[in-house]
């Protein structure tokens, strides 16, 4: 048992590592070097409101609110601020970015200070549903309502807090009755890494398939700043699940890939004192981790990425500089396979085995796949480095894990792998059981067909767990199923009206939240906007 | 009759003006950069809070507020803020000047932004008073409540707004649930450009009359800015009648006499096209007056303070280089008697004859002692340069006008005297009368001790009518009654807790406002500081 020596050499470690003792110690300075050097920077583009436009109640409309126009936007230039008191202007796009304004006094002069309210949003139903009382279980300060008294007035004004929105609605707080004036200017300054589309659709691809590709592209576009971002308004930082996704989409668009260098240099440098790559990423004041914040899922997708990164650029390397973080994290993830060869999430530190926001999902049986995945993407690197030799006992282990998943996660009568002590049915386990290779394609889509049709089954809350289940769906053979979920569900989010994808969709329930209140979601996420990678990879599927 | 000539002149002129000519198109220049030299420096101070407060709700407090000492500031400094939620703090003394702040991670790392208002205060009843929703008739933003969302913590941040204050209160609205933080390092910038108080009381003055003495320093050196403001929370400009009672009061304390040239020259720099000085002025971008705001008692106390200011300096060359503005004043004026020698509002254009805050005072009798007034210091400042030729008919118009008041403003029967077609009984219309020298100083005691035990008569509103009052009890020798009305007045607001003098000022009425809601007005007021004056004036009156 060879993966169990690893253990024992892992806990050997751990408590070495008690003693303060850095695995990477020596490399680390370098990594962080290298991640500053390949550093982005950011295009900007200016950018000014296209009219005044008037919400909507509509019980039609996503979450229950749409923008109709009302006005061109020389009215709110032109017109003392005083008549109208509230005005909601469109931007036409979704932008991230810088926001401006000015002021200019109409009648006689400033005598006092004007107090004035601006609220950003992504979507109609953020900027008309109150923030308070707040009812999230985030900062309410990631919502963008600043109030700003203005002393001095014809002067431009700008907000310093970075802005992610398409709506923005302007209401007077405070003003004095002996001068009038107007607000004039909006400006936005939007930013982003990405630069030029270097892809084309076939003509003929449906347009459905041409919008849900537009709006995918925006999304990544928005999410590529200095760090591939999982949400430019909501959490604004570099997660490794984020960052699997945004690179494959990035292989078919954008072609950016020193910016996925710099996020896997900035992972390497920044794992944990046991090599363990930490999930998260913060910039500001200087690249550090979210200390703690262990994720199973996402240290493994660090290898994934390595390994898409160095199929895309031939970059060896960095594959060769980088192959100890990666054989770390699959050494790390096999501490919680279990004697059985079953994942077992009761081994030593704790850890978060995040695969989907959807209240209730059992990780058990989606985590033995998952680490599957990782062994065959891992493996494969190692082959690509030449370093298989170190890690001849993955392949056996990934064998006994299969089997072991066979004999104990699989339901015959049902014909699909439950998961936990309560039999649990999802769309997930079944997602991950193919694409950890688990199944014969046959079985794949029987059991894919199955949770499909069976109301009870537990489905996937978000565009992230939705992007498993497309993958596992084209990896047995379900082309048109694949398709037509796709264009289903990324569709249904362009049908209510997406700029860009939200980070949390259930067709269902449009006020799905991960946080208890929905404006606090983000409607610009980077898990989402995956379609730019099935519909490129596979475009016989995907473009006619 | 001269005066009538004069008025002759004047239309004329006023004809010509119509044309776009300017009286002082020649000298504006040259007066605004002497205004620009004498700019002063601003000195600066760091305050530091010295505790943490509790408000109590306390009917025999002034508004029903008041503070005591909850913790020392140190457990704010090292409290994690989301424990305290909201927190108000004492930095013992008013304060003019700017804030910031520090803030410090105590746990793990910032994983989403910050959301904090801060409310600052002159006194506890604004800080404890909802401002929304707004029933002040003055603009909602002078209020000094901030909303400020952090998107970095670990730094030091600046509030722009200048603030004048306190107290201050905290507040969390929003945080994240996955890191600690404290807020410390508050820090406060204090400016004024007065300096040391050059003059002392002496050793045997009362308690009392040494407390309205400081609190009166106070509020003059708080309003002494780059100009003499009115208030430094609001409104923070320049007007003449706070400058003639903030340079009386400068002459006994900080003796800075260059900030009274400063203001004398950019009166008479933007005084409008008939030369008429402007009742207000406001210094950013540049210098320049609040169109229109003509207010004829204001204009008049120009002459007054241009008197003062060369008796107190000896400075004959600003006092020759401004005399043409201050002949110009009293022509003006002049315009506004009628064939009767009486005050006559309705002539010519829209003026304003502001006396005090107080509703339904008429102005007839009190505009007819105040352009005596202003004729007496008029005529004196011209004797002073040897100008008195250019203007001998003043004199006469005086000696008519106080004939004219005496037949037709004087209540033989009552032994007061009445103002306007309802024969209002005022206070101010007797003190107006004797400091127009209209009576006996028998005749003047007789008619103060008549209004003031009379419960119908209407009583001054604020302490600058009150000065006027104090002032007209000196002039006519109830040197007990002016120690006694002062010490109980403005005694009674440092009984109430007052550190600098307020705006508006009613012993029977703490929520008087001018302007609709208490908590807008100013705390901290220029023309309240006028007890610096009577006690050094009269110090046997005053500090015995």
Same mark, same amino acid.
């Given at each position: 048992?060879?993966?169990?020596?690893?253990?024992?050499?892992?806990?050997?470690?751990?408590?070495?590592?008690?003693?303060?003792?850095?695995?990477?110690?020596?490399?680390?300075? %370098? !990594?962080? +070097?290298?991640?500053?050097?390949?550093?982005?920077? /950011?295009? $900007? @583009?200016?950018?000014? =409101?296209?009219? &005044?436009?008037?919400?909507?109640?509509?019980?039609?409309?996503?979450?229950?609110?749409?923008?109709?126009?009302?006005?061109?936007?020389?009215?709110?230039?032109?017109?003392?601020?005083?008549?109208?008191?509230?005005?909601?202007?469109?931007?036409?796009?979704?932008?991230?970015?810088?926001?401006?304004?000015?002021?200019?006094?109409?009648?006689?002069?400033?005598?006092?200070?004007?107090?004035?309210?601006?609220?950003?949003?992504?979507?109609?139903?953020?900027?008309?549903?109150?923030?308070?009382?707040?009812?999230?279980?985030?900062?309410? %300060? !990631?919502? +963008?309502?600043?109030?700003?008294?203005?002393?001095? /007035?014809? $002067? @431009?004004?700008?907000? =310093?807090?970075? &802005?992610?929105?398409?709506?923005?609605?302007?209401?007077?707080?405070?003003?004095?009755?002996?001068?009038?004036?107007?607000?004039?200017?909006?400006?936005?300054?939007?930013?982003?890494?990405?630069?030029?589309?270097?892809?084309?659709?076939?003509?003929?691809?449906?347009?459905?398939?041409?919008?849900?590709?537009?709006?995918?592209?925006?999304?990544?576009?928005?999410?590529?700043?200095?760090?591939?971002?999982?949400?430019?308004?909501?959490?604004?930082?570099?997660?490794?699940?984020?960052?699997?996704?945004?690179?494959?989409?990035?292989?078919?668009?954008? +072609?950016?890939?020193?910016?996925?260098?710099?996020? /896997?240099?900035?992972?390497?440098?920044?794992?944990?004192?046991?090599?363990?790559?930490?999930?998260?990423?913060?910039?500001?004041?200087?690249?550090?981790?979210?200390?703690?914040?262990?994720?199973?899922?996402?240290?493994?997708?660090?290898?994934?990425?390595?390994?898409?990164?160095?199929?895309?650029?031939?970059?060896?390397?960095?594959?060769?500089?980088?192959?100890?973080?990666?054989?770390?994290?699959?050494?790390?993830?096999?501490?919680?396979?279990?004697?059985?060869?079953?994942?077992?999430?009761?081994?030593?530190?704790?850890?978060?085995?995040?695969?989907?926001?959807?209240?209730?999902?059992?990780?058990?049986?989606?985590?033995?796949?998952?680490?599957?995945?990782? /062994?065959?993407?891992?493996?494969?690197?190692?082959?690509?480095?030449?370093?298989?030799?170190?890690?001849?006992?993955?392949?056996?282990?990934?064998?006994?894990?299969?089997?072991?998943?066979?004999?104990?996660?699989?339901?015959?009568?049902?014909?699909?792998?439950?998961?936990?002590?309560?039999?649990?049915?999802?769309?997930?386990?079944?997602?991950?059981?193919?694409?950890?290779?688990?199944?014969?394609?046959?079985?794949?889509?029987?059991?894919?067909?199955?949770?499909?049709?069976?109301?009870?089954?537990?489905?996937?809350?978000?565009?992230?767990?939705?992007?498993?289940?497309?993958?596992?769906?084209?990896?047995?053979?379900?082309?048109?199923?694949?398709?037509?979920?796709?264009?289903?569900?990324?569709?249904?989010?362009?049908?209510?009206?997406?700029?860009?994808?939200?980070?949390?969709?259930?067709?269902?329930?449009?006020?799905?939240?991960?946080?208890?209140?929905?404006?606090?979601?983000?409607?610009?996420?980077?898990?989402?906007?995956?379609?730019?990678?099935?519909?490129?990879?596979?475009?016989?599927?995907?473009?006619?």
């Amino acid at each position: 048992m060879k993966h169990l020596f690893t253990l024992c050499t892992m806990m050997l470690l751990t408590i070495i590592n008690s003693n303060a003792q850095d695995l990477f110690a020596n490399q680390r300075n %370098a !990594w962080l +070097q290298k991640a500053e050097e390949a550093k982005p920077a /950011l295009h $900007e @583009t200016i950018v000014h =409101p296209q009219s &005044i436009v008037r919400a909507v109640a509509d019980k039609n409309a996503y979450q229950g609110w749409r923008f109709e126009k009302q006005d061109e936007i020389e009215k709110l230039y032109t017109t003392n601020f005083k008549e109208l008191k509230t005005v909601t202007v469109d931007f036409g796009k979704h932008l991230t970015g810088y926001f401006s304004f000015h002021t200019r006094i109409l009648t006689n002069c400033e005598d006092a200070p004007v107090r004035l309210k601006f609220t950003f949003a992504e979507t109609p139903a953020e900027l008309n549903t109150p923030f308070d009382p707040w009812k999230g279980s985030l900062s309410r %300060a !990631w919502m +963008q309502d600043e109030t700003i008294t203005l002393t001095r /007035l014809n $002067e @431009t004004v700008s907000i =310093p807090r970075r &802005i992610a929105f398409r709506y923005l609605k302007i209401e007077l707080l405070g003003s004095s009755a002996y001068y009038d004036f107007a607000i004039d200017n909006l400006t936005f300054r939007a930013v982003s890494s990405a630069g030029d589309v270097k892809t084309n659709l076939q003509p003929q691809c449906p347009p459905i398939v041409q919008d849900i590709h537009r709006v995918a592209i925006e999304t990544l576009r928005e999410c590529m700043q200095t760090v591939y971002e999982d949400g430019p308004k909501r959490d604004q930082r570099l997660w490794v699940g984020d960052l699997y996704l945004e690179a494959l989409a990035n292989r078919y668009s954008f +072609q950016n890939f020193q910016l996925t260098k710099r996020c /896997l240099y900035l992972f390497a440098g920044l794992s944990d004192e046991n090599g363990v790559v930490i999930a998260n990423i913060f910039e500001h004041p200087e690249p550090h981790p979210q200390k703690g914040q262990l994720c199973l899922t996402y240290s493994m997708l660090f290898n994934s990425t390595l390994l898409e990164y160095l199929k895309d650029t031939n970059d060896y390397e960095t594959a060769h500089d980088l192959w100890c973080v990666a054989r770390r994290q699959m050494e790390y993830a096999l501490n919680y396979v279990n004697k059985d060869y079953l994942f077992d999430p009761n081994q030593y530190v704790s850890n978060w085995f995040f695969l989907d926001w959807r209240d209730g999902l059992d990780a058990h049986t989606p985590m033995q796949g998952a680490i599957l995945f990782a /062994l065959s993407q891992s493996y494969e690197l190692a082959q690509m480095l030449g370093k298989e030799k170190e890690v001849s006992e993955w392949p056996r282990i990934a064998n006994r894990m299969k089997k072991a998943a066979r004999r104990h996660l699989y339901d015959k009568q049902q014909k699909v792998f439950v998961s936990g002590a309560n039999r649990q049915v999802s769309v997930l386990s079944q997602a991950w059981m193919i694409i950890g290779e688990v199944t014969t394609e046959k079985e794949g889509r029987e059991a894919i067909q199955q949770v499909l049709t069976n109301e009870q089954s537990v489905m996937p809350g978000t565009p992230y767990g939705t992007h498993y289940l497309i993958e596992a769906m084209v990896r047995c053979g379900m082309h048109q199923e694949a398709r037509s979920y796709l264009t289903e569900y990324w569709g249904g989010m362009v049908k209510k009206g997406a700029d860009t994808f939200w980070e949390a969709y259930d067709p269902k329930n449009d006020f799905i939240s991960p946080y208890g209140f929905f404006p606090v979601n983000s409607a610009c996420h980077a898990w989402s906007c995956t379609p730019v990678y099935f519909i490129h990879k596979y475009p016989e599927t995907f473009q006619r």
